[in-house]
């Protein structure tokens, strides 16, 4: 076997293992958590987790916990993702596995990149999508929970399913911090940078528009924009600009201090 086949396989062996269980009253997918491939970049990615301890581990069974742990704490606060019915259909392939409600609908990024969307239809679909995120951002903030902020925002990461938005993808989640806050606006600035994506200026600020419209805080999407732009604390502040400064030069798009700096102008 080549040295490009042997990656090839590596790579492959690394991604979860997804197929659906059809011996079930309801459709469901078995989700296997495989471990990740230890490359000198994965070495070094769970060292700095836990130097930094922001988020949690990128190992098989950290995944596992996490994605069932978020999932039980969402569900409960009553925002809709899919059931966790691992309980009700023990498999038992030999690794960490979680058996989980099927939802069939398309991606929100993939249904907004398609061109086959009307105008209005799509300024609902990104309210509704805003409307969710800021009423749970409210409930992260009130309650100080985390884990109803998502690790990896993404309108990739959201099934449309007839009138259900269905958020996935809960394998890693941040740790407990002091203020949730900051977490919040990585997500709104993570979304926005999604939703932005491949979309000319006038098509982003007609999308940021409806956000901002269907979020229901205006103060609140404000001081996301601030925590990169002028975060309160000293210490962000600083590594914001030393971010922005190994940044300056790279071409990734629209980049979250250029997302930042337009949300400000669209809450001013």
């Not at 990896?152 to 203020?179: C, K, M, N, W, Y």
Request: aromatic share 6%; charged share 25%; proline share 5%.
């Amino acid at each position: 076997m080549s040295s490009s086949q042997t990656a090839q396989l590596h790579a492959a062996l690394s991604k979860n293992q997804i197929w659906p269980l059809h011996d079930s009253d309801v459709p469901v997918l078995v989700k296997v958590y495989s471990a990740p491939t230890w490359s000198p970049f994965q070495w070094a990615r769970i060292v700095l987790e836990g130097i930094g301890r922001q988020k949690t581990s990128s190992r098989a069974g950290a995944r596992w916990r996490t994605e069932r742990d978020v999932l039980r704490v969402w569900s409960q606060a009553g925002f809709d993702v899919p059931a966790d019915l691992t309980e009700r259909h023990p498999v038992h392939p030999g690794r960490p596995y979680a058996v989980l409600e099927r939802v069939h609908g398309r991606l929100l990024g993939m249904l907004l990149c398609s061109g086959k969307m009307g105008e209005a239809d799509r300024l609902q679909a990104v309210g509704r999508y805003a409307a969710e995120m800021g009423r749970r951002h409210r409930l992260a903030i009130e309650r100080g929970e985390h884990r109803l902020v998502h690790e990896h925002p993404s309108l990739q990461h959201v099934i449309v399913s007839g009138p259900r938005l269905v958020t996935i993808d809960f394998e890693q989640a941040f740790r407990p911090v002091r203020d949730v806050r900051v977490l919040v606006a990585h997500e709104v600035v993570a979304a926005l940078r999604s939703l932005g994506k491949g979309a000319d200026a006038a098509r982003f600020a007609t999308d940021l528009a409806a956000f901002v419209e269907g979020y229901g805080s205006r103060d609140g999407l404000a001081a996301c924009a601030r925590e990169y732009l002028r975060s309160p604390s000293p210490r962000r502040r600083l590594l914001w600009a030393l971010d922005r400064r190994l940044r300056r030069d790279r071409k990734r798009g629209l980049g979250k201090y250029q997302v930042a700096a337009l949300l400000a102008d669209a809450v001013a």
